[in-house]
Nanobody, 123 residues
Framework: QVQLVESGGGLAQAGGSLRLSCAASGSIFNINSMGWYRQAPGKQRELVAVLTNGGSTNCADSVKGRFTISRVNSKNTVYLQMNSLKPEDTAVYYC?????????????????WGQGTQVTVSS
């Protein structure tokens, strides 16, 4: 089993900043990728930013230039630095990781989600 624990959400004013953290623990052999998704009320969950093991980054156009994703491999932790926040960034932010849990089957990966953390940006 794998657990993803998120922290860092909260309330910010427009133009402000927040930093989200997501730490993975449990039966981890290798983390292929870690990233962030968000879901606003009445909307579908959408990609915010993902960072692969090889260092490739994929970010939504709506957050480019404002949000930065980073990862500390030794801590199995991914961060999302959110600057210049806008009211439309308000959502529940979820951490997602693609993880291989066994050295005996390193190419078999599973998808894990965190519990979500609320980010609210006031105008």
């Amino acid at each position: 089993q794998v657990q993803l624990v998120e922290s860092g959400g909260g309330l910010a004013q427009a133009g402000g900043s927040l930093r989200l953290s997501c730490a993975a623990s449990g039966s981890i052999f290798n983390i292929n990728s870690m990233g962030w998704y968000r879901q606003a009320p009445g909307k579908q969950r959408e990609l915010v930013a993902v960072l692969t093991n090889g260092g490739s980054t994929n970010c939504a156009d709506s957050v480019k230039g404002r949000f930065t994703i980073s990862r500390v491999n030794s801590k199995n932790t991914v961060y999302l630095q959110m600057n210049s926040l806008k009211p439309e960034d308000t959502a529940v932010y979820y951490c997602k990781a693609i993880i291989a849990t066994s050295a005996a089957a390193p190419h078999i990966t599973y998808q894990w989600w965190g519990q979500g953390t609320q980010v609210t940006v006031s105008s």
